[in-house]
């Protein structure tokens, strides 16, 4: 199986863009929706909560794992990949690949939670790539209590959407990476405020071509994942609104499971 995490529901656009691209894959999916947010808490706290969530998914049998939160991506990958002996997927490569192969211009803008903005991580891998590319990021830090409270669409929303990526639009951005996996479900909101001309990445869908490619390229690995079609979605916390707003994200999620994690 395909194991996703996140610290919420956020990450279920990533299982949405991973079943577009690879429909008979099974997906076992966790959202850490107990102790969501992870972008406000330290890089310490997002290492041990990922480990835990990378746990419980290899313990139900995944067998590759996409870290489905570009928080956890951004402070947790190196730690999950000196611990656990399987292929690791990160959402923030796929997404950078994408920003420095993109043609038209060469200002990036970066959107993400404090702590993805403050690890630095998007804008070092860019200018490594790329140094001459310009790199400018903002940290967003409402925008995830305003998704999970599912105001999608609001005023309030738009208005505060408008304020964050108004340094950005000041810096005349080519392309705006969403950093972060609840955006995409404002990506509506966001493109208008960002302006029309302006390229928008969504590293979900860059990363599940990644993982496509990993398995046409890896067949011994592609053999080894259960190909039914079937997905189970794990939470750490459950209530009626997060599973009206989980069918909203991916409607055919089915009832979301109750599991308690523990440290490993
Ligand atoms: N969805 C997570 C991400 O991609 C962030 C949510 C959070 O702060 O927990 O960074």
Redo the contacts with the bound molecule.
Sequence with gaps: MIGVF???I??LTVVRALRQCLPEYDILYFGDTAR?????KSPQTVIQYAIEDAEMLLDRGARILVV???????VATDALRQRFDVPIFE?ISPAVHKAVSHQKGRRVGVI??R??VNSGVYQDKIRALRPDMEVYAASCPLL?PLVEEGWLKKGETRRIVKKYLHPLKVKQVDMLIL????YPLLKEIIQAKIGKRVKIIDSSEELSSSVKDFLLDNTHIASTLKKRGEHQFFVSDVTEHMQKLARKILKSVGKLELIKVTAP
């Design positions: 996140d610290s919420g956020g990450g969501t947010p992870y972008g406000t489905g939160c570009n928080t956890a991506s951004s959402v993400g939670t702590a993805t995830v950093g972060c996996t609840h």
